[in-house]
């Protein structure tokens, strides 16, 4: 009984392998080696984490302020609060969004061809 239970054991799925995620993911472009990302790629996951982060605190000021304008009841010193916050957000996520752009922008494409 104890030798059945050590031959399953050892005939394990390898979910790898036999799923196809890893051809897919080869297909589509993304890395599927094992060997460690490389300091370009280590960049783009930290700069990738702190935009996504950026988006949530957006996102929580967007609808903190949505709630403040519903629940003000006509007071007009909370609406315009409100109202600031909004506005003062939806700038800093435009500014943030097109310091993003202008860096892939010089990064990518003007600064390779100056280089060469």
């Known amino acids: 009984m104890f ?4 031959k399953t054991a ?5 979910f790898q392998e036999k799923s196809g995620l890893k051809s897919t993911a080869g297909t589509l472009g993304y890395n599927t080696s094992s060997a460690a990302p490389n300091i370009d790629q280590s960049i783009s996951n930290g700069i990738a984490f702190v935009l996504s982060f950026l988006g949530v605190i957006f996102l929580v000021l967007a609808i903190y302020a949505g709630f403040l304008w519903m629940s003000s009841q006509g007071n007009d010193t909370q ?21 993003y752009a202008i860096t892939i922008f010089i990064f990518s494409g003007a600064l390779k061809g100056f280089l060469k």
């Open 3 to 6: 030798s059945l239970f050590v």
């Open 10 to 14: 050892n005939a394990t799925y390898n």
């Open 79 to 99: 609406i315009k609060k409100a109202r600031d916050i909004l506005i003062n957000s939806t700038i800093g996520l435009i500014v943030v969004s097109l310091a």
